[in-house]
């Protein structure tokens, strides 16, 4: 079954305590992402990777580190969480024009 | 730069209207495809449709039908006797293909999403 798979689901934590969140595909797209949805806003891009070893920023990258060393896995770091990091955060992958298929979602909290 | 907007934040009808959701795009480039995306309360992200801007053809899917319309750069999505289960939070996308090269290539614009919720 085609699908994108984020760990954690949930996730509380504390301001400047580094966390990963997980991202693997097994469709064999080039093509990865990583989006935040806050209300009002809609989903913005922070970081993308266009294949392996290749990645750039999105709209919103400030606060986060991503890296792509093999084609299927796509981890969003935060190096320092900060409140203003409390979001849902979606990753997803593609192959051009084509559908994005998107992840669970993972509900992270900074207090 | 791309971007897309869906000017209704919230909608609320009663079960068996007809709802439309509108979302208006910019982009300078010819050549894109739009999307809708449906997000329930459990939160995950669903694919309704995807559209590329040579096919102005209208789209209809059970209950969901999409107007497409490249005059006024629209892409409007109708729910003929809503349901329930309709309830959701909607999207509305844009991507451009590979050949726009930079930034673009891959990256889905959002608009702000339209919150409707069906009523019993």
């Known amino acids: 079954e085609a699908q994108v798979t984020q760990n954690p689901r949930y996730l509380i934590t504390v301001t400047g305590k580094k966390l990963t969140v997980t991202c693997s595909q097994n469709?064999?797209?080039?093509?990865m992402s990583w989006y935040r949805q806050d209300p009002g806003l809609g989903l913005r891009q922070i970081y993308y990777?266009?294949?392996?070893?290749?990645?750039d920023k999105g709209d919103v990258p400030e606060g986060y580190k991503v890296s792509r060393k093999e084609k299927r896995n796509f981890p969003l770091i935060l190096e320092s969480p900060s409140p203003n990091q409390t979001s849902l955060y979606f990753c997803?992958?593609?192959?051009?024009?084509?559908?994005?298929?998107f992840g669970q979602g993972t509900r992270l909290t900074v207090v | 730069a791309q971007k897309v907007t869906q000017a209704q934040t919230e909608i609320s009808v009663v079960e068996k209207e007809d709802v439309t959701l509108d979302c208006v795009y910019e982009?300078?480039?010819?050549?894109?495809?739009l999307f809708w995306y449906k997000q329930p309360p459990s939160g995950e992200l669903v694919f309704l449709i995807r559209?590329?801007?040579?096919?102005?053809q209208n789209e209809i899917s059970g209950r969901y039908s999409w107007n497409f319309q490249k005059s006024t750069s629209s892409f409007n999505f109708t729910i003929t006797a809503s349901q329930v289960v309709d309830s959701a939070v909607y999207f509305c996308?844009?991507?451009?293909?590979?050949?726009?090269?930079?930034?673009?290539?891959?990256?889905?614009?959002f608009g702000q999403g339209t919150i409707l919720t069906v009523h019993p």
């Open positions: 559209r590329n801007s040579f096919d102005e």
């Open positions: 996308a844009l991507t451009l293909p590979n050949n726009a090269g930079g930034t673009s290539y891959g990256k889905l614009t």
């Open positions: 469709m064999n797209h080039e093509y």
């Open positions: 982009t300078r480039d010819t050549t894109y495809y």
């Open positions: 997803a992958s593609s192959t051009t024009g084509s559908v994005a298929f």
């Open positions: 990777s266009m294949n392996v070893e290749v990645t």
